[in-house]
């Protein structure tokens, strides 16, 4: 009987995957819009070196980053870094689907050579636009600037935790106050599930 895990492809080694080229989903992007293709295996240091440095020259005023499949966290991330450092950033998220091509060739000696398997594949997709200037608001997935008040801990405390965690220093842990006490949470089934 043949194993149904991954459908059966454990006999098969990828060797091959290519992206179907789509353009991107937003309107009346200037010719010069810097795109950032966020991939699996990208650092995300090296992407951001580049698109900070960019985003804060005066020329460049929008950037896109995009990302697929494994990718989409990173991507996100490195958004939310950008938003961090450069400031002021207006969003606008779109999802959709991206159509990949993966060859796969049999691990069997019995199969002739050039037997390959090729897999479409319809994957999950996120493509971000963040701009120094103002965007329509009725767009959907349009995020405004975000205000930094409130939110972070301020510059100093973030600084002086990351150099206690480098030093291998931990927080120190919170005793429970003496107002909390010990208290214990029980829960019981529902009556019907006890007969």
Same mark, same amino acid.
């Given at each position: 009987?043949?194993?149904?895990?991954?459908?059966?492809?454990?006999?098969?080694?990828?060797?091959?995957?290519?992206? +179907? /080229?789509?353009?991107?989903?937003?309107?009346?992007?200037?010719?010069?819009?810097?795109?950032?293709?966020?991939?699996?295996?990208?650092?995300?240091?090296?992407?951001?070196?580049?698109?900070? %440095?960019?985003? +804060?020259?005066? %020329?460049?005023?929008?950037? &896109?980053?995009?990302?697929?499949?494994?990718?989409? #966290?990173?991507?996100?991330?490195? &958004?939310?870094?950008?938003?961090?450092?450069?400031?002021?950033?207006? *969003?606008?998220?779109?999802?959709?689907?991206?159509?990949?091509? +993966?060859?796969? /060739?049999?691990? +069997?000696?019995?199969?002739?050579?050039?037997?390959?398997? #090729?897999?479409?594949?319809?994957?999950? %997709?996120?493509?971000?636009?963040?701009?120094?200037?103002?965007?329509?608001? *009725?767009?959907?997935?349009? *995020?405004?600037?975000?205000?930094?008040?409130?939110?972070? #801990? =301020?510059? /100093?405390?973030?600084? /002086?935790?990351?150099?206690?965690?480098?030093?291998?220093?931990?927080?120190?842990?919170?005793?429970?106050? =003496?107002?909390?006490?010990?208290?214990?949470?029980? &829960?019981?089934? =529902? *009556?019907?599930?006890?007969?």
């Amino acid at each position: 009987m043949q194993s149904t895990r991954n459908g059966g492809l454990e006999k098969f080694k990828k060797i091959g995957k290519t992206e +179907e /080229e789509s353009p991107l989903p937003f309107p009346e992007l200037p010719p010069d819009v810097v795109e950032m293709k966020v991939k699996e295996g990208s650092k995300i240091r090296n992407l951001m070196c580049f698109a900070v %440095s960019r985003m +804060e020259g005066e %020329s460049t005023r929008q950037i &896109v980053f995009s990302g697929s499949g494994r990718a989409v #966290t990173k991507t996100i991330t490195c &958004v939310e870094i950008m938003k961090r450092k450069v400031g002021g950033l207006h *969003q606008v998220t779109k999802l959709r689907y991206q159509s990949l091509r +993966e060859v796969w /060739e049999s691990r +069997e000696q019995r199969e002739p050579k050039g037997e390959n398997l #090729t897999v479409h594949k319809n994957v999950p %997709s996120i493509c971000i636009l963040l701009s120094k200037d103002p965007l329509d608001p *009725q767009q959907h997935g349009y *995020q405004p600037p975000e205000s930094l008040t409130g939110l972070w #801990t =301020p510059e /100093e405390d973030f600084i /002086e935790e990351a150099s206690l965690s480098l030093r291998g220093a931990k927080r120190p842990l919170l005793s429970p106050s =003496p107002e909390s006490g010990s208290k214990r949470l029980s &829960v019981e089934p =529902p *009556q019907h599930l006890v007969d």
